[in-house]
Nanobody, 122 residues
């Protein structure tokens, strides 16, 4: 059984920070890389950050959307079954609903959580 819960969103001023957290259960999440996505109104969902095992089987390989590089950091806690997204220097264009799931380049998700709303506005 697959379960995803995203949290940590909110309203923040430009330049501010938020930390999103995703709690998950289900065997597929221990098999496939995880990712954070976002969807702004009227736009398609886009992959923001992904994290997967490296050659030493720890979660050290990270990829980011160009527009968030240097500002966002994705991390995974195996003991807690969570994936976090630390977002710094937020911009109005980061406003969107944020979701976590498997990296759809590897395993296409069939279930989505509710997401968490991030609004960057003064």
């Amino acid at each position: 059984q697959v379960h995803l819960v995203e949290s940590g969103g909110g309203l923040v001023q430009p330049g501010g920070s938020l930390r999103l957290s995703c709690t998950f259960s289900g065997s597929i999440f221990s098999i496939y890389p995880m990712a954070w996505y976002r969807q702004a109104p009227g736009k398609p969902r886009e992959l923001v950050a992904s994290i997967r095992r490296g050659e030493f089987r720890d979660y050290r390989v990270r990829e980011y959307l160009d527009s968030v590089k240097g500002r966002f950091t994705v991390s995974r806690d195996l003991g807690k079954n969570t994936v976090d997204l630390q977002m710094n220097s937020l911009k109005p264009e980061d406003t969107a609903v944020y979701y976590c799931n498997t990296d759809d380049r590897i395993y296409v998700p069939t279930y989505w959580g509710q997401g968490t709303q991030v609004t960057v506005s003064s």
